[in-house]
T-cell receptor, first 113, second 115 residues
């Protein structure tokens, strides 16, 4: 069974640009969550999608958005990038509600110059 | 915001020794999980303990949960160099503002096991 796949793995952007990150969950998993990881703030919850609906949202500005497709694949978008958006963005999937373990991808490392 | 705080932030031990990490959290939980992260990689689930459980074992791992103190500990026995990683606790709970359960992570403990 393939794991959670995140693309791209690494990317460099400049301030003001926008970026789209993709996450393909484990087959059969309907819940996809996104986290931002930085050395100073640790792992911060961004949002969770289940069957194409956003069920939970963290405390991030509106520049951060996401969506989920009918095949459970998810994308997140960050517009008007700021230096502070440099981070490792992690996607995790799980089978149903978030009562069990999360399966993480390897992450997308974003550097904003 | 972080739900959990971990202690210590960093821990360095010799191979063969035991490593203990602690996690404190703020609100009522449904379950608590521990994850491991090798440098710059994704997190890997280690163990889950439900709110009505007090202790759980998995191989060299032992987790305890004290809901009255809102705290948990992870013990790794007979540590190996390969255990070198960051360890995170994660709590599954309902947001205070209502809505669906979500999983929030602690700040992590960086463990170094010296061969």
């Amino acid at each position: 069974k393939a794991g959670v796949t995140q693309t791209p793995r690494y990317l460099i952007k400049t301030r003001g640009q926008q970026v789209t990150l993709s996450c393909s969950p484990i087959s059969g998993h309907r819940s996809v969550s996104w986290y931002q990881q930085t050395p100073g703030q640790g792992l911060q919850f961004l949002f969770e999608y289940f069957s194409e609906t956003q069920r939970n949202k963290g405390n991030f500005p509106g520049r951060f958005s996401g969506r989920q497709f009918s095949n459970s694949r998810s994308e997140m978008n960050v517009s008007t990038l700021e230096l502070g958006d440099s981070a490792l963005y992690l996607c995790a999937s799980t089978w149903d509600t978030i009562t069990g373990e999360l399966f993480f991808g390897e992450g997308s490392r974003l550097t904003v110059l | 915001s972080q739900q959990g705080e971990e202690d210590p932030q960093a821990l360095s031990i010799q191979e063969g020794e035991n490593a203990t990490m602690n996690c404190s959290y703020k609100t009522s939980i449904n379950n608590l999980q521990w994850y491991r992260q090798n440098s710059g990689r994704g997190l890997v689930h280690l163990i889950l303990i439900r709110s009505n459980e007090r202790e759980k074992h998995s191989g060299r791992l032992r987790v305890t949960l004290d809901t009255s103190k809102k705290s948990s500990s992870l013990l790794i026995t007979a540590s190996r160099a390969a255990d070198t990683a960051s360890y995170f606790c994660a709590t599954n709970s309902y947001p205070i503002s209502g809505g669906y359960q979500k999983v929030t992570f602690g700040t992590g403990t960086k463990l170094q096991v010296i061969p």
